[in-house]
């Protein structure tokens, strides 16, 4: 007995049929979009056809709704390239993305790759607050708790802000009066000044027991998808455990993983820095 397939419903063909074009059209927006990437100002028709291997006919059709909805734009060539629609779309993920979430990965790969504590803090006014902070089991427990602040002044992480941030930042956390928190804090307006200079050069901020006694540490700055500064990563730990001369290989280190948290969070400017840094 021949075995006979069920019938259809009546919606099964017009579902699938749109499903189909979804794709095809979800297609055709990524290839658009790559050669976007790539530095090219639009594609013709007849390059999206033999991409997608169809006819021209067909990528008018899908290209039309994507047209009318902004999403793609015709070019005056006759080609296609992305839309204001495209560009709003993508901005309100950007904009979804939250820091903390992005990060975490990153810091608890890097305290368990060195055995010290990580931080991410956000700033606030002239301060830093702590928003996440990751330990291994072989790390030295630190004072420092998830909502503490302190002023930018004896951090690094605040002098990585300072550094990356906007320039008149600078100017009003040498408004507020410089408190020393150890002997090595630096109270001096002129030498604090300078080492912003140096952090802004070598890309990592160092506190070197600026802060507490026996900590020394290194922070680098993290940006967003508009490529401004919205808080910092760091690496700390006991100086006997974080001996100065470490302190370049391990500052070198923060800088690529806050790099890489700023691609995550949609810095162009980051991801440029992460390609040169790789050839």
């Given at each position: 007995m021949?075995?006979?397939?069920?019938?259809?419903?009546?919606?099964d063909m017009p579902a699938r049929n749109a499903a189909l074009s979804l794709r095809r059209g979800l297609r055709?927006?990524?290839?658009?979009?790559?050669?976007?990437?790539n530095g090219e100002p639009s594609v013709s028709l007849g390059e999206l056809a033999a991409d997608l291997g169809t006819s021209k006919s067909t990528v008018l059709r899908l290209t039309a709704p994507m047209v009318e909805n902004d999403l793609l734009r015709r070019t005056p060539d006759a080609g296609f390239t992305l839309g204001l629609g495209a560009l709003l779309l993508g901005q309100s993920y950007l904009e979804g993305i939250d820091l903390r979430s992005a990060a975490a990965p990153f810091l608890r790969r890097t305290a368990e790759r060195t055995g010290l504590t990580c931080h991410l803090v956000v700033p606030d006014g002239t301060d830093i607050v702590y928003v996440d902070k990751v330990e291994t089991r072989g790390t030295v427990r630190m004072g420092s708790r998830i909502g503490n602040r302190l002023p930018m002044r004896n951090t690094a992480s605040g002098k990585a802000i300072v550094a990356f941030g906007e320039p008149e930042l600078l100017d009003r956390v040498l408004a507020?009066?410089?408190?020393?928190?150890?002997e090595h804090s630096i109270?001096?307006?002129?030498?604090?000044?300078?080492?912003?200079?140096?952090?802004?050069?070598?890309?990592?901020?160092?506190?070197?027991?600026?802060?507490?006694?026996?900590?020394?540490?290194?922070a680098a700055p993290v940006l967003d998808?508009?490529?401004?500064?919205?808080?910092a990563m760091s690496i700390s730990g006991l100086a006997t455990r974080f001996p100065a001369a470490?302190?370049?290989?391990?500052?070198?280190?923060v800088v690529r993983t806050a790099q890489e948290?700023?691609?995550?969070?949609?810095?162009?400017?980051?991801q440029l820095a992460l390609a040169r840094s790789v050839r």
């Open positions: 021949r075995a006979t397939l069920p019938a259809s419903e009546p919606g055709l927006l990524d290839r658009i979009a790559d050669r976007t990437r507020e009066p410089a408190t020393a928190m150890t109270t001096d307006d002129d030498r604090w000044r300078d080492e912003v200079e140096r952090t802004h050069g070598r890309g990592y901020g160092i506190d070197d027991r600026e802060n507490e006694p026996d900590i020394r540490c290194v998808h508009a490529n401004q500064v919205v808080g470490a302190v370049r290989e391990l500052g070198l280190g948290i700023s691609v995550a969070l949609g810095s162009s400017s980051a």
